[in-house]
C-alpha cells in the first residue's frame, strides 16, 4: 500500500509540476505526511531528494519547447544552495509544530497572493470570462 501510494503521489507531482510548474513540494510534502505518515522534517527532506529527477525532466521539456529562460533560472538558483543550507540547520533546529506550521501558513499566503491576482485581472478585463 504505501509504495502504490508513493507512486501516486509522484505522478501527481510530476503532472502539476509539468502542467502548472509548481514545486513539488506543493504536493510531495503534505502527500507523504498526510497519506505516507512521515513526519514534516523526512517529508521536507524526502520532497528536496525526490525533486531533482522532476527538475531535470521537466527543464529539458520546457526548455526543447523555447520556454525555460537560462540567465533568469541560474540567477534565481546562484544562491539556492546556500539558501538551502540555512533553511536546513533552521528546520532541523526548531520544533515540528513549528515546520508544520510554516509550511501551511505559506501555502496559504500563496493562494491568496494568486486568487488576489486572478481576481485583479478578472476586474480589469470584464468581457473575458477566461481565468
Same mark, same amino acid.
Given at each position: 500500500?504505501?509504495?502504490?501510494?508513493?507512486? #501516486?503521489?509522484?505522478?501527481?507531482?510530476?503532472?502539476?509540476?509539468?502542467?502548472?510548474?509548481?514545486?513539488?513540494?506543493?504536493?510531495?510534502?503534505?502527500?507523504?505526511?498526510?497519506f505516507l505518515?512521515?513526519?514534516?522534517?523526512?517529508?521536507?527532506?524526502?520532497? #528536496?531528494?525526490?525533486?531533482?529527477?522532476?527538475?531535470?525532466?521537466?527543464?529539458?521539456?520546457?526548455?526543447?519547447?523555447?520556454?525555460?529562460?537560462?540567465?533568469?533560472?541560474?540567477?534565481?538558483?546562484? %544562491?539556492?544552495?546556500?539558501?538551502? #543550507?540555512?533553511?536546513?540547520?533552521?528546520?532541523?533546529?526548531v520544533p515540528?509544530?513549528? %515546520?508544520?506550521?510554516?509550511?501551511?501558513?505559506?501555502?496559504?499566503?500563496?493562494?491568496?497572493r494568486l486568487?488576489?491576482?486572478?481576481?485583479?485581472?478578472?476586474?480589469?478585463?470584464?468581457?473575458?470570462?477566461?481565468?
Amino acid at each position: 500500500m504505501d509504495l502504490v501510494a508513493a507512486l #501516486l503521489i509522484g505522478l501527481l507531482a510530476g503532472l502539476t509540476g509539468g502542467l502548472l510548474g509548481l514545486g513539488g513540494g506543493v504536493i510531495f510534502i503534505p502527500g507523504l505526511v498526510i497519506f505516507l505518515d512521515q513526519a514534516q522534517l523526512a517529508a521536507q527532506a524526502t520532497s #528536496l531528494l525526490a525533486m531533482i529527477p522532476m527538475a531535470i525532466v521537466g527543464a529539458w521539456r520546457q526548455h526543447r519547447y523555447g520556454n525555460a529562460r537560462l540567465r533568469d533560472g541560474i540567477v534565481v538558483g546562484a %544562491l539556492s544552495p546556500v539558501g538551502v #543550507l540555512a533553511g536546513a540547520v533552521l528546520a532541523n533546529s526548531v520544533p515540528e509544530r513549528v %515546520l508544520e506550521l510554516s509550511f501551511a501558513g505559506l501555502q496559504m499566503w500563496f493562494a491568496y497572493r494568486l486568487t488576489v491576482r486572478i481576481l485583479r485581472s478578472r476586474a480589469r478585463e470584464p468581457g473575458d470570462s477566461r481565468v
